[in-house]
């Protein structure tokens, strides 16, 4: 199963920008579709992105023009730009690997956007 560790979290002010990195272990990162995924207080975790092992990608509406998933295979890193950030991206943001069935989870990072 692939470990994932987040990082690039942090407290940002509306309008500005933040990358996020979710670092895989394991030989097979190519041929995972990883995804980020967000999930406010008092409210349920929600897709944000997501690429497949193809290079696809996807977007929740709100994310549209603003984000950009992309992923490195040879550093087995999925990377998360978010740029015009807003307060209600304020979130836990998480990484997920998945393949068939098969799902792993990291643990999550922080983003405040807050003046």
């Known amino acids: 199963q692939v470990q994932l560790v987040e990082s690039g979290g942090g407290l940002v002010q509306p309008g500005g920008s933040l990358r996020l990195s979710c670092a895989a272990s394991?030989?097979?990162?190519?041929?995972?579709?990883m995804g980020w995924y967000r999930q406010a207080p008092g409210k349920q975790r929600e897709l944000v992105a997501a690429i497949s092992s193809g290079a696809s990608t996807n977007y929740v509406d709100s994310a549209k023009g603003r984000f950009t998933i992309s992923r490195d295979n040879d550093k087995n890193t999925v990377y998360l730009q978010m740029n015009s950030l807003k307060p209600e991206d304020t979130a836990v943001y998480y990484c997920?690997?998945?393949?068939?069935?098969?799902?792993?989870w990291g643990q999550g990072t922080q983003v405040t956007v807050s003046s």
């Open positions: 394991g030989s097979i990162f190519r041929l995972y579709t």
């Open positions: 997920k690997a998945a393949r068939g069935a098969v799902g792993s």
